[in-house]
T-cell receptor, first 128, second 107 residues
Framework: QLQLQESGPRVVKPSETLSLTCTVSGDSISGSTYYWAWIRQPPGKGLEWIGSIHNSGGTYYNPSLKSRVTISVDTSKNQFSLKLSSVTAADTAVYFC??????FGEGGIGYYHGMDVWGQGTTVTVSS | DIQMTQSPSSLSASAGDRVTITCRTSQSISKYLNWYQQKPGKPPKLLIYGASSLLSGVPSRFSGSGSGTDFTLTISSLQPEDFATYYCQQSYSNTYIFGQGTKLEIK
């Protein structure tokens, strides 16, 4: 059964870089045709997609965060990582990693992606 | 950028009620729309992809419809475990933006 686990510092100072890792177990990232995603949720607020990566290294980022985000994959460790630079208090959130799978639609028409397996999330606080 | 508007932002209902949540996008996304359920302190759970396809294991009381710019999530008969926050998400053009969420509360 596929499981994902986020890890990394729980407190980051303003202007520094937030770094998180998602460890995948129960399946091989390198053998998967799926994407892998980062999503965050500020306290009491909604979900924000940060970006997604394929095991080939292809990435897609949220335009609102693109200038500060780097997502990478390490297939040898079965992990993918998030770096968010120049953080401020507004980056305080629960950060989730997720598998971004794909399915054909009804009648075999269309191919749709969604986040079907999630880590439990890790809270990151930006504070001096 | 595609804007998403989810409504209502909150909703009170009773067990057994039929409820509908709406998601509108600022431009057509065909059927590239997902629905998630999130309970407090937990990660979201994918319910529906492709606007109307139920993920395996999701109860049949959940259904989705729509295409283009207007989408709905319907719960045909609310169960106690359905009280949660629901999010739509567009998956068009390799961006996966979420709606603002609808908090479904017990009346």
């Amino acid at each position: 059964q596929l499981q994902l686990q986020e890890s990394g510092p729980r407190v980051v100072k303003p202007s520094e870089t937030l770094s998180l890792t998602c460890t995948v177990s129960g399946d091989s990232i390198s053998g998967s045709t799926y994407y892998w995603a980062w999503i965050r949720q500020p306290p009491g607020k909604g979900l924000e997609w940060i970006g997604s990566i394929h095991n080939s290294g292809g990435t897609y980022y949220n335009p609102s965060l693109k200038s500060r985000v780097t997502i990478s994959v390490d297939t040898s460790k079965n992990q993918f990582s998030l770096k968010l630079s120049s953080v401020t208090a507004a980056d305080t959130a629960v950060y989730f990693c997720a598998e971004q799978a794909g399915w054909f639609g009804e009648g075999g028409i269309g191919y749709y992606h969604g986040m079907d397996v999630w880590g439990q999330g890790t809270t990151v606080t930006v504070s001096s | 950028d595609i804007q998403m508007t989810q409504s209502p932002s909150s909703l009170s209902a009773s067990a057994g009620d039929r409820v509908t949540i709406t998601c509108r996008t600022s431009q057509s996304i065909s059927k590239y729309l997902n629905w998630y359920q999130q309970k407090p302190g937990k990660p979201p759970k994918l319910l529906i992809y492709g606007a109307s396809s139920l993920l395996s294991g999701v109860p049949s009381r959940f259904s989705g419809s729509g295409s283009g710019t207007d989408f709905t999530l319907t719960i045909s008969s609310l169960q106690p475990e359905d009280f949660a926050t629901y999010y739509c998400q567009q998956s068009y053009s390799n961006t996966y933006i979420f709606g603002q969420g609808t908090k479904l509360e017990i009346k």
